[in-house]
């Protein structure tokens, strides 16, 4: 089974690029083919924690965005992750509305999976309305309670803005944060999560326990995958 992923949230620094970073290792780690995508024109980071998975595109054009389905009819089994920038639901709306994507994928029977990553405040709730209104119930929505950017989302849990999009389907996980130090010695680092649990020598590498928080905090957000289309 491959899925069409756009990690999304509209706001910035909700924890969009390392959603996909977390997905791109998830793929990885269970030998599953897959490309990713990179809309953020100015830090790119996808692209740089997952050189050779992940390439940037413009997602303001629909040749960019072309390029994120084209693969699709030669390599059906490749999933692809595409890393969203803030601000880009309208271009993407539009590329989706005037390509028909929604009827293409159906015939393919292949899901489109969009990620609405989340820190616990309004306008993260608010948001997410807008994208349900946005495209109904034609779209698969994951709402990402980011731990790591918030610590209570009873707020959002409340919202209308996630009844309209239970109502729609939407599938509600947790990403637990991960201790911040580890976290900012791997983003200091450009090292990939699965280097940053598995290197023990080089000069990169974490200590005894934080690869061991690493890889805790990995296992419990493939256990939240796990119950995804994917």
Avoid: C
Wanted: glycine residues 8%; hydrophobic residues 40%; negative net charge.
């Amino acid at each position: 089974m491959s899925s069409l992923n756009f990690i999304g949230g509209e706001k910035g620094g909700v924890g969009k690029s390392v959603t996909s970073r977390l997905l791109a290792q998830y793929f990885i780690d269970h030998d599953r083919p897959f490309v990713g995508y990179d809309t953020d024109r100015s830090h790119h980071s996808f692209t740089r924690f997952y050189e050779g998975f992940a390439s940037p595109i413009v997602v303001d054009s629909f040749e960019g965005l072309d390029q994120v389905v084209n693969g699709f009819e030669q390599k059906p089994e490749q999933s692809v992750i595409v890393d969203m920038a803030a601000q880009t639901l309208a271009p993407l709306a539009r590329w989706i509305d005037e390509s028909q994507l929604f009827d293409v994928f159906a015939e393919l029977n292949i899901p489109v999976n969009f990620w609405h990553v989340m820190d616990d405040g309004r306008d993260s709730s608010d948001l997410l309305g807008k994208l349900v209104d946005t495209f109904g119930e034609r779209a698969n929505y994951i709402v990402v309670q980011n731990y790591g950017r918030g610590s209570d989302f009873a707020l959002m849990l409340g919202s209308q803005s996630l009844a309209r999009a239970t109502a729609a389907g939407a599938r509600v996980i947790s990403l637990p944060r991960l201790q911040e130090a580890s976290m900012r010695k791997i983003d200091n680092r450009n090292t990939s999560f699965w280097k940053a649990v598995h290197d023990k020598d080089g000069p990169d590498a974490l200590g005894l326990l934080e690869r061991q928080r690493v890889k805790s905090w990995l296992g419990t957000a493939y256990a939240a995958f796990d119950t995804l289309p994917l």
